[in-house]
Nanobody, 115 residues
Framework: QLQLVESGGGLVQPGGSLRLSCAAS????????MGWYRQASGKQREWLAA???????NYSDSVKGRFTISRDNGKNTVYLQMNSMKPEDTAVYYC?????????WGQGTQVTVSS
């Protein structure tokens, strides 16, 4: 079973930056898409960004211009660089891998933006 391990969450002040990492424990091959989602307390899970195995990226309007998704294929890792953070960015952030017919989710990491 392919597993995703997230790290990098924590407390950050408004206007600050944070980088999340998501490392895959198994091998990744063929066409795939990796993405980041978040879910604030009491709210629906929200899609944020995606990157494909060929390097194309896409972002939601809520984070476009502030967040950047990237990858390191040698480390089987995807990153989410978050800049100019706002209190409304507070949520549990999840990594997802889609490969063939399967979706894989990370365990989630808490991000809190507060002064």
């Amino acid at each position: 079973q392919l597993q995703l391990v997230e790290s990098g969450g924590g407390l950050v002040q408004p206007g600050g930056s944070l980088r999340l990492s998501c490392a895959a424990s198994g091998s990744i091959f063929g066409f795939y898409v990796m993405g980041w989602y978040r879910q604030a307390s009491g709210k629906q899970r929200e899609w944020l960004a995606a990157i494909t195995s060929v390097g194309t990226t896409n972002y939601s309007d809520s984070v476009k211009g502030r967040f950047t998704i990237s990858r390191d294929n040698g480390k089987n890792t995807v990153y989410l660089q978050m800049n100019s953070m706002k209190p409304e960015d507070t949520a549990v952030y999840y990594c997802k891998l889609t490969r063939g017919p399967k979706n894989y989710w990370g365990q989630g990491t808490q991000v809190t933006v507060s002064s």
